[in-house]
């Protein structure tokens, strides 16, 4: 993302809010999440947003499912990372370069005129009409156009496009922080110099990361001086880090493409750890879940202390109909990765999904547990909801069902569901005090709608 001229091609990211709700319902952007990935990609940035002043906690990581190069902070402190991205990194090191330089971005204050308008955006908004202009721009014709509205004043008002002063800063800012961290920023300079061979592609195929964020000869060469004068310039990537890295990218090539790709890839004579989780996912994708299960199991065999190994082999066989069998498998991955929402989730789930009381008992227990550390998740409220339903405790059914229904921008449901879940609690009780703010928070975005 070269210099800030916008046009129809750069328009992909100005002006966001004045694009309304129609914006995300054209595009429905798709996200990805994954503990695995997600507990990856936590522990590169962690020491970086430290390093920064920021507070790690608030600084929200989003994955888009989505082919393109791309990378870039909205909203306040939201980070949002492409699948693209992620798979063409070569190394650890140039995946934290450019983690490192959104995080100057936002430590530098680079989209200040926006943030308090971006902060309460919807994220499906933001990212609706980042992807829509994106078709329109590939050619998508009436449906890329339809999100931008025919806004032309708003191809004046770029708010999540770089000028080159920003670009050098962040980049200096990113160097610090690797410093700070003891870690080299040769990545860096590997990631700018692969963007950089966009420019010598078709318009259509450069990637949106040059568009918005421009390099040029002056800003590499100032860069690769600042990495020269470092102490850490020579520092390798850890171990762990590149195999955790392997590993991302398997299992979002697992999961993305059709079997035939993946085994072209990850070929059956290839016995790495990152080929053989490639062909699971893909085999239990299928289905075939004997050829699934022997790579998981030599998987397990090898690394029996890897959550995410025996969480794979839970999830394999819930969704191949052995619910009874998920269990065990997802009770491991919870007892080696107790803090991780998504596999509390996942257990959850299947402990719904198994018909017995007692188990739904446990799935409260286990999905309240989840939400203690992720309570945006929708599909958490869903399952829980259910849960309570088959408990009979209707007032934290609906109560659980509020929450959904506001989560999903649902807001008359979410009142409807809030105003029948207070008979159910005394008033000025915590429960009854968070259904007050639910139908606060949800007629107020009624308003704004």
Known sequence: MIKRILTPVSIFLVLLLSLGSAAAKQTAPSFIRDAEIEHTLRAYARPLFK??????????????????????????????????????????????GVIAHETGHIAGGHLA?????LANANVKSIVGMILGVAAMVAGGGEAGAAVVLGSQDAATKSFLSYS??????????????????????????????????????????ISSYYRSHPVSSERVSALAQRVDGSPYKNIPASDIDIIALKKMQAKL????????????????????????????????????????????????????????????????????ADILGALPSLET???????????????????????????????????????????NNGNTWDQLATAYSRTGDTGMLSLASAERSLLEGNNQKAIFYAKRAQDFFKLGSPSYLRLDDIITYANQASRKQ
């Not at 922080?177 to 966009?198: A, C, H, P, W």
């Not at 085999?283 to 890897?306: G, H, V």
């Open 51 to 96: 390093a920064a002043g920021l507070n790690g906690d608030d600084v929200e990581i989003y994955i888009i499912n989505s082919d393109d190069l791309n990378a870039f902070v909205a909203g306040g402190q939201r980070l949002f990372i492409y699948r693209g991205l992620l798979e063409r990194v070569e190394t650890p090191g140039q995946l934290k």
């Open 113 to 117: 005129r926006t943030r308090d308008a």
């Open 164 to 205: 080159r002063t920003q670009e050098s800063s962040a980049d200096q800012a990113a160097i610090t922080y690797l410093n700070r961290t003891g870690q080299s920023g040769r990545g860096m300079v590997e990631f700018l110099e692969i963007i950089g061979k966009d420019q010598y592609q078709p318009q259509t195929t």
């Open 253 to 320: 090539y697992g999961y993305t493409r059709p079997l035939a790709k993946t085994l072209k890839k990850y070929p059956v004579n290839d016995n790495s750890v990152e080929a053989r989780y490639a062909r699971a996912i893909g085999f239990f994708k299928y289905p075939d879940l004997p050829k699934a299960m022997k790579e998981i199991d030599s998987l397990i065999a090898e690394y029996p202390a890897d959550p995410y190994f025996h969480e794979l082999k839970g999830q394999a066989l819930y969704e191949n």
């Open 333 to 375: 991955a919870i007892t080696l990765a107790p803090n991780e929402p998504l596999i509390l989730t996942m257990y959850g789930t299947v402990l719904n999904a198994t018909g017995d009381l007692r188990d739904s008992e446990r799935a409260i227990i286990v999905l309240n547990d989840s939400l203690s550390l992720d309570p």
